[in-house]
């Protein structure tokens, strides 16, 4: 028993011994991959010249990190994957342990020269360091860059607009006859890993990508480029609570201002302020949209024939207001008029005597006809009825001389009436037919333009 159990361990720890053990330093050694040797960095990686590199390329949308309308800027933050043949680099994993795959710094080997043709700045963030090798010579070298590229972008139904960026790769000196770039990954499938993968939207919805191959001739070669083309949709909700609500507010707050009197002076500050408030949410507008656009945007005809509109109201006002201005001057003129007239009267009738007032004012009360004389009355009564009639004439002045202030008072408010107005009817009839015109103007206008919005 102990001699099958010494057998055992024998062959157990023999077995152990015999193991071979590999390393990835072996397969770089065997390869000769130094910094030294220029063999694999020198040129490109073809035994036969004739012989094109096939590039496969594949890039996934990792975040959205801008987009700049002013400056007609799409910032993305992309995960690039290259992969190619290297022709000289070949190995038997058998020989070394089953490794078939190694990493190597980038410096050792060559690398295709493609470039982004939208980028406007250099990205700054730091290259991967390492590549992988396969057994049968394919490289892969995998990237993180952010994008600073330019994209011409349609702003006409901002912020209800769509977008698509371009993001154009090429070679910078290698033509189609040397390099050819095709994706590695078709346009469903880098849709649906983009959005897995996705981090960072903003303000912009992801819908797709698309992959297309443009061929060009420049200096008598061919050139060929693969595009990647990102389309995103705004989420306008922010821009609507901050921007197109309160416009629409303004306007509402104008509509309501009809209803203010037109003699007084509120009516016309607040107009001013409003259109105040609307020039303040312009100038915001200004900062958002950029200088040079095909077509002008919708929000900006938004915004300026509301303001067009408001103006006009504001126009009205002024005129209706100089109307009624001039109606109050005509009737405070004629009031002066009439004030002097009664005050004259007044004063011609404190000039005459007592006995002329009576005599003037009150003859169709003290008269007495001689045939209605039956007969002379006594000396005593006589002055008792004379000191009656007197006190009775004097009533009948003071109530003669109320009716008459009276009259003219009536007078006074009947030609004011009449003279005044005239132009208080046709301030009435102005601001009457322009509400209705503004109410319709408006209605149609806002109908058009979200009609316009939502093709």
Aim: charged share 20%; with cysteine.
């Amino acid at each position: 028993m102990m001699h099958v159990a010494f057998f055992l361990l024998i062959v157990f720890t023999g077995g152990s011994s015999s193991e071979k053990v590999c390393s990835y330093q072996e397969v770089v050694d065997y390869l000769n991959l130094t910094t030294n040797n220029n063999l694999y960095k020198l040129t490109r990686p073809v035994l036969n010249y004739k012989h094109p590199t096939v590039v496969q390329l594949d890039i996934i949308l990792y975040a959205i990190l801008a987009v700049i309308e002013k400056t007609q800027t799409f910032i993305p933050f992309v995960w690039a994957t290259m992969k190619w043949n290297h022709e000289r680099i070949s190995w038997d994993p058998d020989q070394f342990c089953g490794i078939n795959s190694i990493s190597v710094p980038r410096e050792m080997l060559w690398i295709p020269d493609l470039f982004i043709y939208e980028m406007v700045q250099k990205d700054d963030s730091p290259l991967n360091p390492y590549m992988y090798v396969l057994h049968d010579g394919t490289v892969t070298l995998e990237e993180d860059l952010r994008v600073v590229s330019t994209c011409r972008m349609d702003i006409y139904k901002f912020p209800f607009d769509t977008q698509k960026c371009n993001i154009s790769i090429g070679s910078a000196i290698h033509c189609v006859d040397e390099l050819r770039i095709l994706p590695f990954s078709n346009a469903s499938r880098a849709t649906q890993f983009s959005r897995e993968l996705i981090q960072s939207q903003g303000e912009w919805e992801f819908l797709h990508v698309s992959i297309s191959s443009n061929n060009f001739t420049f200096g008598m070669k061919q050139w060929e480029q693969l595009i990647y083309t990102f389309t995103m949709k705004r989420r306008p909700l922010l821009h609507v609570i901050n921007f197109l609500l309160p416009i629409l507010f303004f306007l509402s707050l104008d509509i309501a201002s009809f209803f203010i009197a037109d003699h007084r002076g509120e009516k016309l500050g607040f107009k001013v302020t409003v259109l105040l408030a609307i020039s303040v949410l312009l100038l915001i507008l200004n900062d958002i949209l950029p200088s040079m656009s095909n077509k002008t945007p919708l929000i900006a005809t938004y915004c300026i024939v509301i303001f067009a509109l408001m103006l006009l109201s504001l126009l009205e006002t002024i005129l209706v207001t100089y109307l009624m201005e001039k109606d109050s001057a005509s009737y405070e003129k004629l009031r002066l008029r009439n004030n002097l007239e009664v005050k004259q009267e007044k004063v011609q009738v404190n000039n005459c005597n007592p006995e002329e007032k009576r005599d003037n004012c009150c003859s169709c009360i003290c008269k007495v006809s001689d045939s209605e004389k039956q007969h002379e009355p006594l000396p005593m009564a006589e002055g008792v009825n004379n000191s009656i009639q007197y006190q009775e004439s004097h009533v009948l002045l003071l109530i003669l001389e109320e009716l008459k202030e009276l009259q003219h008072t009536l007078n006074l408010h009947l030609s004011c009436r009449h003279q005044v107005g005239k132009s208080g009817q046709w301030a009435a009839r102005i601001n009457k037919a322009f509400f209705i015109f503004y109410l319709i103007t408006v209605s149609l206008f806002l109908s058009l333009i979200f009609i316009e919005w939502n093709n």
